[in-house]
């Protein structure tokens, strides 16, 4: 779990590095300049580890609590996610505000699986248990079925890398996700095993519209093709634009929980800021 955390962080913080002005000369090939900060992927993960840590388990009071009060708006949150834990933080009773959020829908937004890999890694070799325990966690931010149909289909996925076997992870995913757009997006990527980045993207989504079934499937399908190299896992997110961030959160999560942090170029994890100083009571990297 922790690997998989630190995976997730370096991949959300180089990610991240794509978005700012100064570096929009930088090609995926790139290395930015340090320190690379990370965003809300890397915030609210570290809430989800901090609780299976405490609780060996999600305990859904706890989390929304420490969703609400960790949050900092300066790791560029959406607005939705804004609205909702700020409701949380005003006494607002979770399970309400979320079914309440956009216009009584809930979110399907990719939030809850930008966050989950390292739950998946968690319960390593236990996809049935890691898939209930991600919609757990989803339900707190994501009531919407897509937005916890993404979080499934990661938190599988990153149950099955940790455990090295060879294990197709799309397939597997698919097991576990329901009849969703998620899931129509998965079955999409099985098919497109030679393609390059932006073919995938073209084809599955990149995150851009920030939704769990424009994201989860590219995420997947890169996680899938790039399993023993975490650096070109990461590059090939950066390299099909959008969510690079939340995609190379995602990416890395997974690789990270089958390489450990030995698949993490130890440069990578240098130029990464240190992760939040409430964490210091876990053993995280």
């Known amino acids: 779990m922790?690997?998989?955390?630190?995976?997730?962080?370096?991949?959300?913080a180089f990610g991240d590095q794509f978005f700012l002005h100064t570096n929009r000369h930088l090609t995926a090939a790139d290395l930015p300049s340090p320190p690379w900060e990370w965003s809300d992927d890397t915030e609210m993960a570290c809430s989800v580890v901090g609780c299976l840590d405490i609780h060996g388990r999600i305990d859904q009071d706890a989390l929304a609590a420490a969703f609400a009060i960790r949050m900092d708006t300066g790791r560029r949150y959406g607005a939705g996610?804004?609205?909702?834990?700020?409701?949380?933080?005003?006494g607002h009773p979770w399970r309400?505000?979320?079914?309440?959020?956009?216009?009584?829908?809930?979110?399907?937004?990719?939030?809850?699986?930008?966050?989950?890999?390292?739950?998946?890694?968690y319960y390593a070799g236990d996809p049935e248990r890691a898939a209930a325990e991600a919609a757990l966690q989803a339900e707190i931010t994501h009531?919407?079925?897509?937005?916890?149909?993404?979080?499934?289909?990661?938190?599988?996925?990153?149950?099955?890398?940790?455990?090295?076997?060879?294990?197709?992870?799309?397939?597997?995913?698919?097991?576990h996700t329901p009849g969703t757009y998620v899931r129509r997006g998965l079955q999409r990527a099985q098919s497109l095993k030679r393609a390059t980045p932006e073919q995938a993207a073209q084809a599955l989504g990149n995150g851009s519209r920030i939704t769990a079934q424009d994201t989860v499937p590219f995420a997947l399908w890169a996680a899938a093709r790039h399993l023993e190299d975490y650096p070109a896992g990461i590059r090939a997110c950066v390299t099909a634009g959008g969510d690079m961030d939340?995609?190379?959160?995602?990416?890395?999560?997974i690789i990270a929980a089958r390489?450990?942090?030995?698949?993490?170029?130890?440069?990578?994890?240098?130029s990464r800021e240190p992760l939040p100083e409430w964490l210091e009571n876990h053993p995280v990297a």
Do not use: Q
């Open 2 to 12: 922790h690997a998989s955390l630190a995976g997730l962080s370096v991949g959300d």
């Open 81 to 90: 996610a804004l609205e909702l834990l700020e409701r949380i933080r005003d």
């Open 246 to 253: 939340t995609t190379a959160a995602i990416v890395g999560g």
């Open 143 to 175: 009531a919407h079925t897509e937005g916890i149909a993404g979080a499934v289909a990661i938190a599988v996925a990153a149950s099955l890398a940790a455990t090295n076997t060879t294990h197709a992870l799309i397939e597997a995913a698919l097991d």
């Open 259 to 270: 390489t450990g942090t030995d698949g993490i170029p130890p440069d990578w994890l240098a």
């Open 96 to 121: 309400v505000a979320s079914v309440e959020s956009f216009g009584g829908n809930g979110s399907f937004g990719n939030g809850a699986a930008m966050r989950v890999a390292p739950l998946g890694a």
